[in-house]
């Protein structure tokens, strides 16, 4: 129902473009987020993208390099990643968070590597 893609190795000061394709049910949701995990770290949340006021949220480590959007015609939400660093190595996932306020759906995570 979520599925992830556009991982992949870039340089520092590189970009990537992760996309979250939605289907079912996870298209009923009120939000679509990026969550990262880095090896050794716990999962932490990126970004999101509110379906109501098409509203956006950023951790602050990314904000002004990363941008979320949604295309509407191809049912995705997209991770805009500019000038990366090392430090966003990790593997992304998308979610997609119901009414409750639960992260209720994940996709498969998509490796980023990002050399120095």
């Known amino acids: 129902q979520l599925q992830a893609s556009g991982g992949g190795f870039a340089q520092a000061g590189g970009s990537l473009r992760l996309s979250c394709a939605l289907s079912?049910?996870?298209?009923?949701?009120?939000?679509i987020g990026w969550f990262r995990q880095a090896p050794g770290k716990e999962r932490e949340f990126v970004a999101s993208f509110r379906w109501s006021f098409s509203a956006t949220f950023y951790i602050d480590s990314v904000k002004g390099r990363f941008i979320i959007s949604r295309d509407n015609a191809k049912s995705t939400v997209n991770l805009q990643m500019n000038d990366l660093k090392p430090e966003d190595t990790a593997v992304y996932y998308c979610?997609?968070?119901?009414?409750?306020?639960?992260?209720?759906?994940w996709g498969q995570g998509t490796q980023v590597t990002v050399s120095s």
């Open positions: 079912g049910r996870a298209s009923s949701t009120s939000s």
């Open positions: 979610a997609g968070r119901t009414t409750s306020g639960r992260w209720d759906y």
